[in-house]
């Protein structure tokens, strides 16, 4: 420590700065301690420690609070994850709008349909990049998406969910027609106790049309969020015959087994998909590399 402060200021800064990118996600409290040592040390600090922020049980109330402070450091927030389980808490609607108005500067959202509806309300100037949307958007319950439909039209990168098995209520089409999206993520999502047919595990049948039309798609990536290591198998055998079918390169899948939270225990199995969805948000920009392509083209073009 000794040597440590003979360093020049500006040395010094740097190396609380590199200690604070480090550690900001997983070690934020002592990262917060660093903003205690001097003035210069908060400037440096502070925007890393609020970089990505998780809005939870646990932390809706301070940052609520934290949100109503002039110069709130929450304008540094770049990175915004709403937790499902935050849903469990009552905020009042004025401590929401105070919070999503504090949070304008994101420029990527983690969470549900229904929280980022609820965010686009309260925040006319929402520029986002990228949004990972956590629930099956597309089935079922379609009244959040005229509010989110401005906000996705902004994106390059865009995650959604597709539930096997269920009838989409609305083609992915409607909410992507002016679709800037170049990197795409789709999760196939088998839920716990239902049947599925072999013929629901070909997602081709619902998305190959928009897919094949979306104009600056690069990459699509498809995952598998199944039950049975055998749906997600089939889910991935035909998506490999549909992009050899096409002769699309763009399509990716990652066949790396995640099983499904257990579904037991309500509360723990909501807290498990959290913590997915909150490992994809800290990957940050490699998340959408992720997964390897399924066709390409020969190197003599005689494929
Ligand atoms: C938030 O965004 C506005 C412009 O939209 C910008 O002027 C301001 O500097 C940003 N705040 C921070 C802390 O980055």
Redo the contacts with the bound molecule.
């Keep these: 420590m000794v040597y440590f402060s003979r360093l020049p200021a500006v040395l010094v800064l740097l190396v609380a700065r590199h200690a604070a990118r480090d550690h900001a996600l997983r070690s934020a409290r002592w990262v917060a301690t660093l903003c205690l040592v001097c003035r210069s040390f908060r400037r440096v600090v502070t925007p890393l420690l609020y970089d990505l922020i998780t809005v939870d049980s646990v932390t809706l109330h301070r940052l609520a609070a934290t949100s109503e402070l002039p110069d709130t450091p929450l304008?540094?927030t770049r990175a915004l994850v709403i937790a499902s389980t935050y849903f469990y808490y009552n905020i009042r609607e004025k401590s929401f709008a105070s919070l999503a108005r504090a949070l304008?500067?994101i420029t990527s959202f983690t969470g549900t349909t229904e929280s980022l509806s609820r965010l686009a309300r309260s925040v006319d100037?929402l520029r986002l990049r990228s949004a990972y949307l956590a629930d099956p958007t597309f089935f079922g319950e379609i009244s959040a998406i005229p509010a989110i439909q401005p906000v996705i039209t902004t994106l390059t990168r865009l995650h959604i969910v597709h539930e096997i098995g269920i009838t989409q209520s609305m083609s992915p089409e409607a909410l992507l027609r002016s679709f800037k999206v170049e990197y795409l993520i789709i999760d196939v999502f088998e839920r716990e106790g239902k049947h599925v047919d072999d013929s629901d595990m070909d997602i081709s049948r619902d998305n190959a049309h928009w897919v094949a039309s979306a104009p600056c798609l690069r990459r699509v990536l498809f995952r598998a969020r199944c039950v049975n290591e055998r749906t997600a198998c089939r889910v991935f055998q035909h998506i490999a015959e549909w992009a050899e079918r096409e002769r699309d390169a763009r399509i990716c899948i990652d066949d790396t087994f995640v099983p499904n939270p257990s579904d037991d225990d309500y509360d723990a199995e909501i807290a498990q998909w959290d913590n997915l969805e909150w490992e994809d948000a800290v990957a940050g920009d490699c998340l959408w590399l992720q997964g390897h392509q399924v066709w390409r083209p020969t190197p003599d073009g005689l494929d």
């Design positions: 304008l540094f304008r500067n100037e």
